[in-house]
């Protein structure tokens, strides 16, 4: 079985855990460079952004997790999918730089614009909408080369697949659905 | 209550996005600036920090507005605001104004000595103090989102914190060994709500995050803080009265996240001066007490 690490600076790395459980995978907290070379592959959770890329700065774990996203699968949450991003809007901040794509941070707006949105016409199979849970979430205002959009919501792309990577700018841990998480654990091979 | 409501369920959904995090409080953007750039997932925005209150007495209120503008257009993070104990009309403006999440506080003076506010009615979140289980619960029936242990704010000892940490993770696991006939019984003992002591009953853990604040000083303070079992931590005076505020505020970040690793929490506990100065509880005259406003 694949074990999937989940980046635990700083965030909703529990929930992650549990999501990752219930699809049927072997969670795995990641806090060192020691940690990333034991997983398949690798959650960047919600959470604060700038938080983790403090943390990443002190324990020299940002060349670690770029060459990680190399030849291993990444999906990114919220926060994840915001440091994924070779651009970062609102303020324009450092990320890993993996992904082909500008995300603009807090873009809703603040937590009273946090939401739940039952997503249809989304491309993970099934009639079945897609819960969305939206905190203080971003928006992707571009998509390069090699992103397919899978879910949208308001004309913008939530949930987005990148071949080897995945990113979601809400969060799928939070929800009893299992249909984002499944997809992740697919493309991760022991 | 419905714990599958939407709202509720974006309420908590932040508190879930600041666990293993650092929470600080400030008083004006340069001390915020100061927090975003050392690694803080969140701000609380207050008028003076809790060991000031203590200090210079009279009554403490909310914030002024201004501050908290200004706290919240210089960082990106969210930002918490204070509010007085059952202070409805505070909170109403907090709200308005756009804070990320309120604290109900205790360090703040009371403006109601009976009851709380019934945050349900609220759209913005809810942190509340609590000193052992039955009033985190009565808390969350009320419609918190987060619960923090309250501690003894200002005094730069963890051993209040320490104590109501420990008291409801055991209230909690002793839940978790009774039988379903014991529960109405617990319920009456800890007056809170028959439902959430089930809930706990059958999960052995709180409905909504428990983070741990009052007297952190110390880098180890933050790293016995998590080993206790809370999920985040709020460090108050700590920082900002301390003889290096830059330095403890980054050594708290980096102790917190990696509390497990003792190397490192001796890492981060190095090269720091001055905690600030503490209190002995034990000498304390019970009206000096933060802890026991509110029940």
Redesign the interface.
Known sequence: MATIGIL????????HAGAIRRAGGRPMEV?TAAELAAVDGLIIP???S??ML??MD?YGMFEPLREFGRDKPVFGT??GAILLATEVM??SQASLALLDMAVE??AY????D???AMLSGHQLGGDEELEA?F??APIIRRVGDGGVILASYQSTPVLVDFGRHLVATF?PE?SADQRVHSLFLEKVRP | MNYLDETYRVKVGLAEMLKGGVIMDVTDAKQAEIAEKAGACAVMALERVPSDIRKEGGVARMSQISKIREIMATCSIPVMAKVRIGHIAEARVLEALGVDYIDESEVLTPADEENHIWKRDFKVPFVCGCRNLGEALRRIHEGAAMIRTKGEAGSGNIVEAVRHMRTIIREMKQLTVLSPDELMAESKKHQAPFELIHYVHEHGKLPVPNFSAGGIATPADAALARMLGAEAIFVGSGIFKSSDPEKRAKAIVKANTHYQDPKAVLEASEELGDAMPGLDIRTMDESELMQTRGW
């Open positions: 635990a600076l700083q965030g909703d790395f529990a929930a806090r919600g959470g604060e700038t938080t403090k943390l002190y919220c926060a609102n303020p941070r807090n707006g603040r937590q009273l946090s939401r739940v849970v905190i203080r969060h939070l």
